[in-house]
Each structure stands twice: as structure tokens, then as C-alpha cells.
């Protein structure tokens, strides 16, 4: 299995749900999977993602062990996939969070979504740049799409 960067001028016809791009903050660069794209509605039920309004199934495949301030946890490991992508991808849940919770939004003109696939341990398009997130992610800030071979 081998990782391949795109180009640094990443256009955004290019893009597409469940792909992986590195994205520059002002914090440095971030990677995540890209969720809804301008125009798509996104929200979250239970930490379901619901996008344009269906909900995206997540099939169990398993647990995880990992530490969280020094105990020992299981979570869960999900299959998702979003409208497009070729085949899911994995998602690791490991417990209840508030932004398991999304009021419904409508992404405007080059804003993209991002989540990441470890979702409770991440800031990603959940959370806005004053919580330590990324917000909705400006299509001009997308440097690279990655392929995974």
C-alpha cells in the first residue's frame, strides 16, 4: 500500500466527499476527510452524520483500546461511507461527545467539512478556530489530496 500527495493547487472540481487533504491553518497543517461539499447540508445525530438529509449507515467492526487520562477504554470501530466514495472507511468512536450533536447547516459557496476519522479525539470542522477546530475549511486552503494506493 503506498500514500501519494496530489498537486499543491488542488482545484476544487477535484474534490469529492470521503477524500483525504492536508489543509493549512493558521495553527499548521491539518489532515482530514472531507464530509460535505459547498451546497451539501451536514449534521449530526448521535454521532451519525446526516448529510443532505439521509443518515449514513455505520456498521460495527470491531473495538479499539486506548488510553484516556491514564485508564484504560474500548471503543468502537465503524465502517462509514459517504455518497461517492468507492468503499467506506473506518471510524474509531470511543464515547459520547457533545459534538456527537450537529444542528443541521448549509455549507456555503467553497467551504468544505472535514472530519476526522478518530471523531472524539479531534478538531476538526465540528469546532470553530476559537475551540481549537478548523471550522468550515475554505476551499483555498486545501494543499493536497491524498491517495491512498
Known amino acids: 500500500m503506498g500514500t501519494r500527495f496530489g498537486s499543491w493547487s488542488v482545484r476544487p472540481s477535484e474534490l469529492a466527499r470521503g477524500d483525504i487533504v492536508i489543509v493549512k491553518t493558521a495553527n499548521g497543517d491539518y489532515v482530514s476527510r472531507i464530509a460535505a461539499l459547498p451546497g451539501d447540508r451536514i449534521a449530526m445525530v448521535k454521532s451519525v452524520v446526516v448529510l443532505n438529509g439521509k443518515p449514513m449507515h455505520q456498521q460495527r467492526k470491531g473495538s479499539w ?3 484516556d487520562e491514564g485508564d484504560e477504554v474500548t471503543g468502537s470501530v465503524l465502517l462509514e461511507r459517504f455518497p461517492g466514495e468507492k468503499s467506506p472507511h473506518r471510524i474509531l468512536d470511543s464515547a459520547d461527545s457533545m459534538q ?3 444542528a443541521e447547516t448549509v455549507l456555503p459557496r467553497n467551504r468544505y467539512f472535514l472530519l476526522s476519522d478518530n471523531r472524539d ?3 476538526d470542522s ?3 478556530p476559537d475551540m481549537f477546530g478548523i471550522g468550515m475549511v475554505d476551499g483555498g486552503s486545501i494543499t493536497h489530496r491524498i491517495d491512498l494506493d
Open 100 to 102: 456527537d450533536q450537529l
Open 121 to 123: 479525539h479531534a478538531a
Open 65 to 67: 483500546r486506548y488510553k
Open 126 to 128: 465540528r469546532y470553530p
